[in-house]
């Protein structure tokens, strides 16, 4: 079985601040893993994913994740925060190999403060 | 092209009520998938189509809720009778790739309020 934990449900940063939204993940195999981004009155979107291949994986809108096996995690940065990252994120993981059962975190409201 | 589109995208109905939201997934993904989304908790997976059958529905909490795919094309959802705990937010995703590392893509969601 697999999972993730989200640390912080709400996580406010300045504009022009790093953004980190934190993931951990369990898994009994390699996972895939993923950062899905809803914003308000839309679908979810997804931002980027790890797929075995490099441990640096960079998405859309300027954010990057990086796989840390043994750290267990997957925890998403941008450097600098803009207004238009307000948005709840979420963390997913599922099994390599498998067809696609998604399993995802309980998810992170991220607010900027201009 | 399309996304996934879902109707409707708010419904709210009394106890005891039936409610049935359709999802029409991307023209030619065969993986058509439902989570849901109760307030303030994860995105559950409830059941995975791949074209009309069944490929796990090992997360439909009980008998009253019922999936069905007619022709590989869309889907519904009914609940029937809807309890107040049903309340959430019901997305739709599919994907063309079988195997992980084919990208979901999701609709807008249908928001139920069961009162």
């Known amino acids: 079985a697999q999972s993730v934990t989200q640390l912080g449900s709400h996580v406010s940063v300045s504009e022009g601040a790093l953004v980190l939204l934190r993931c951990n993940y369990s898994?009994?195999?390699?996972?895939?893993l993923f950062w899905y981004v809803q914003y308000p009155n839309q679908g979810l979107q997804l931002l980027l994913k790890?797929?075995?291949?490099?441990?640096l994986v960079k998405g859309i809108n300027g954010f990057e994740a990086e796989f840390k096996k043994s750290e267990t995690s997957f925890h998403l940065t941008k450097p600098s925060a803009h207004m238009s990252d307000a948005a709840e994120y979420f963390c997913?993981?599922?099994?390599?190999?498998?067809?696609?059962?998604?399993?995802f975190g309980t998810g992170t409201k991220l607010q900027v403060i201009p | 092209e399309a996304g996934v589109t879902q109707f409707p995208s708010h419904s709210v109905i009394e106890k005891g009520q039936t409610v049935t939201l359709r999802c029409d997934p991307i023209?030619?993904?065969?993986?058509l998938y439902w989570y849901r989304r109760v307030m303030g908790k994860e995105i559950k997976f409830l059941l995975h189509?791949?074209?009309?059958?069944?490929?796990?529905e090992s997360g439909m909490p009980n008998n009253r809720f019922l999936a069905e795919r007619t022709g590989g094309t869309y889907s519904t959802l009914k609940v029937q009778p809807a309890e107040l705990e049903d309340s959430g937010v019901y997305f739709c995703?599919?994907?063309?790739?079988?195997?992980?590392?084919?990208?979901?893509?999701f609709g807008e969601g249908s928001r139920l309020t069961v009162l």
């Open positions: 997913a993981v599922t099994l390599s190999g498998g067809y696609q059962k998604v399993t």
């Open positions: 023209s030619g993904h065969d993986n």
């Open positions: 189509f791949v074209k009309e059958s069944k490929q796990d």
């Open positions: 898994s009994s195999v390699p996972p895939y």
């Open positions: 995703a599919s994907s063309q790739a079988a195997g992980a590392t084919g990208e979901l893509f």
């Open positions: 790890y797929t075995s291949a490099a441990t």
